[in-house]
């Protein structure tokens, strides 16, 4: 089922996100000295015997819990965050992000492989990152992550835990915006183009020749709509 997208993130909403991202890791970490001496045991299932509120916390929240390894592992994922991504447990679970609930490269063309690897190398550089991810039916959606380090008692970088909410209405009210504010930004141009030339056409003592090459000359800077464009850039025969 698609979850409905979460509203704007504010300011106390990032710094709740950001708790929320610290709470659990503490947990985790915690939780990473039980396991560290069987490096087999899955991170996922050590924190039920060691914190009974771990479960509680993660599964009751409206955000996507993820935990990953620092090659892009999952080694869990909330139930809010299965159901948004569409996937089962045991279809996600020992699986790379990477191909699963990440594309390889977003629709802009940036490489998203490369930044998960980036992720584990330097996971203090994408403490808050957006990126566009994936749901199991192929549809594009825009993910606000906060993405917390976890470490063995004994310092080692053990996992990537990321705490995300759906930002994909926020986005595309953005490029919605973003697209208006040009086409305003054209038809000004193209307004201000049509008033030089009506001046210029009222000037009566204007010789022919210098008004019609500079109708020319102001044509394709102010006339770039597409329609327009095609006229004023057109050439005969």
């Given at each position: 089922?698609k979850?409905k997208?979460?509203v704007?993130?504010?300011?106390?909403?990032?710094?709740?996100?950001?708790s929320?991202t610290?709470?659990?890791?503490?947990?985790?970490s915690?939780?990473a000295g039980?396991?560290?001496?069987?490096t087999q045991?899955p991170?996922a299932q050590?924190?039920q015997?060691?914190?009974p509120d771990?479960?509680?916390?993660?599964?009751s929240v409206?955000s996507?819990?993820?935990?990953m390894?620092?090659?892009?592992t999952?080694?869990?994922?909330?139930?809010?965050?299965?159901?948004f991504?569409g996937f089962?447990a045991?279809?996600?679970l020992?699986k790379?992000v990477?191909?699963?609930?990440?594309?390889q490269?977003?629709?802009?063309?940036r490489?998203?492989a490369?930044?998960?690897?980036?992720?584990?190398?330097?996971?203090?550089?994408y403490?808050?990152n957006e990126?566009e991810?994936i749901?199991?039916d192929?549809?594009r959606v825009?993910?606000s992550?906060t993405n917390k380090?976890v470490?063995?008692?004994e310092?080692?970088?053990r996992?990537?835990?990321?705490?995300?909410?759906?930002?994909?209405?926020?986005?595309?009210?953005?490029k919605?915006?973003e697209r208006?504010?040009?086409e305003?930004?054209?038809?000004?141009?193209?307004?201000?183009c049509?008033y030089?030339?009506?001046?210029?056409?009222?000037?009566?003592?204007?010789?022919?020749?210098y008004?019609?090459?500079?109708?020319v000359a102001l044509l394709?800077?102010?006339?770039t709509?597409?329609?327009?464009?095609?006229?004023?850039?057109?050439?005969?025969?």
């Open positions: 089922t979850q997208d979460t704007p993130m504010t300011q106390d909403h990032t710094k709740q996100e950001e929320l610290e709470h659990i890791a503490s947990l985790r915690s939780a039980l396991g560290a001496s069987d045991l991170m050590v924190p015997a060691a914190e771990y479960r509680a916390i993660v599964q409206s996507i819990i993820l935990c390894r620092t090659d892009g999952v080694l869990f994922m909330n139930d809010f965050g299965l159901s991504f089962r045991d279809e996600l020992g790379n990477v191909g699963t609930v990440v594309p490269t977003d629709t802009a063309g490489d998203l490369a930044m998960i690897s980036d992720i584990g190398r330097h996971p203090e550089l403490v808050r990126n991810n749901c199991r192929g549809r825009w993910v992550w380090a470490y063995t008692p310092g080692e970088l996992e990537i835990l990321c705490v995300g909410n759906d930002i994909t209405v926020r986005r595309e009210a953005e919605a915006l208006r504010t040009r305003l930004g054209e038809r000004v141009k193209e307004l201000n049509l030089d030339i009506s001046r210029l056409l009222s000037q009566t003592d204007s010789d022919f020749e008004v019609m090459q500079t109708v394709p800077g102010g006339l709509h597409a329609g327009v464009t095609g006229l004023a850039g057109s050439k005969s025969g």
